[in-house]
């Protein structure tokens, strides 16, 4: 099991930019892709973007490309989401995940079923 725990969440003007942090605990050996996901109030869980652990390729939803960045520390076990640009509808619970490349094989990385580990989100408002 991973224990996933997000921080750096706030409110932040439009136009303004962020960073998210997620401190990961992984076990060595294990194939693992990192993701973030969003939700807003009463609308379901989004993808926001994914990164292979060890080698670092990145996927990225078509409404964050160009403006947000995942990226990550393995020396550091930490994952990162800068956001730039930021919108009023980026506004949500930001959440950190982990699952099995074997199983995001099979599902696709923006499937929320493919993570098994979940964080317990960071809000980001972004105000107009």
């Known amino acids: 099991q991973v224990q996933l725990v997000e921080s750096g969440g706030k409110l932040v003007q439009a136009g303004g930019s962020l960073r998210l942090s997620c401190a990961v605990s992984?076990?060595?050996?294990?194939?693992?892709?990192m993701a973030w996901f969003r939700q807003a109030p009463r609308e379901e869980r989004q993808f926001v973007a994914a990164i292979h652990w060890i080698r670092g390729h990145t996927n990225y939803a078509d409404s964050v490309k160009g403006r947000f960045t995942i990226s990550r520390s393995t020396a550091e076990n930490t994952v990162y989401l800068q956001m730039n640009n930021l919108k009023p509808e980026d506004t949500a619970v930001y959440y950190c995940a982990a699952g099995a490349l074997k199983t995001l094989a099979t599902v696709g990385y923006s499937a929320s079923r493919g993570y098994d580990d979940w964080g317990q989100g960071t809000q980001v408002t972004v105000s107009s």
């Open positions: 992984i076990r060595t050996g294990r194939d693992l892709a």
